[in-house]
């Protein structure tokens, strides 16, 4: 049973233009969110959490946002570059996991940014 | 600069015999994980070490064991590999300090591993 879900296998955008990706989850216990880029024969390298007690971060041209209500976050990329073509992650944990930290992780998102 | 050093890249074994994978790093991160992850799938945890602690996911087959010497090393051992073991195993690291990377984990580069 998934836990985090990432229900858009793919997403193509144009350069420039913003990308939305999109990830519900469904344990009430996660409260730290955090999303991962991973570009093929790589291993995935961190790009933005957010904590439950926030509702937008923001570091450069990537935005999450937490709605906890829906126990819906997304990742905007404005604007999108080529080089941000990959697949996107997003992961969710229980900070106050101690010795039992984990991230549970979604199937992820390839975008594609067209030129 | 590789900080979470996984090795090989690429692993083939044969059905049914055993293979080792590697981990290793420079982060000096007390906490290791093995994550599997197939084509397609989401990333899935097979067990971690908070420092020499074991804890092994429920749901892990006992044909998967891993073995810690040190806090710089990790091993994966697939005793007898089946070809639905064919996957990419990535490693990760997460320190114990808080602070900007609290909370975060740092992955390898994975090794890709397929079975004959």
């Known amino acids: 049973d998934q836990q985090v879900k990432q229900n858009s296998p793919s997403l193509s955008v144009q350069e420039g233009r913003i990308s939305i990706l999109n990830c519900d989850y469904t344990?009430?216990?996660?409260?730290?969110f955090l999303w991962y880029k991973k570009y093929p024969a790589e291993g995935p390298t961190f790009l933005i959490s957010i904590s439950s007690i926030k509702d937008k971060n923001e570091d450069g041209r990537f935005t999450v946002f937490l709605n906890k209500s829906a126990k819906h976050l997304s990742l905007h990329i404005v604007p999108s570059q080529p080089g941000d073509s990959a697949v996107y992650f997003c992961?969710?944990?229980?900070?106050?996991?101690?010795?039992?930290?984990?991230?549970?992780f979604g199937k992820g998102t390839l975008l594609t940014v067209n030129p | 600069d590789a900080m979470v050093i996984q090795n090989p890249r690429y692993q083939v074994t044969q059905f049914g015999k055993p293979v080792t994978l590697s981990c290793s790093q420079t982060l000096n991160h007390n906490v290791m994980y093995w994550y599997q992850q197939k084509s397609s799938q989401a990333p899935k945890l097979l067990f971690h070490y908070y420092d020499k602690d074991f804890n092994n996911e429920a749901d892990t087959p006992d044909n998967f064991q891993s073995r810690r010497p040190n806090t710089s090393f990790c091993f994966l051992d697939i005793r007898s590999p089946g070809l639905g073991d064919a996957a990419m195993y990535l490693c990760?690291?997460?320190?114990?300090?808080?602070?900007?990377?609290?909370?975060?984990?740092?992955f390898g580069s994975g090794t890709q591993l397929s079975v004959l």
């Open positions: 990760a690291t997460k320190g114990q300090g808080r602070g900007v990377d609290e909370g975060k984990l740092f």
């Open positions: 344990n009430s216990m996660f409260d730290y």
């Open positions: 992961a969710a944990s229980a900070v106050g996991g101690g010795s039992n930290y984990k991230l549970t």
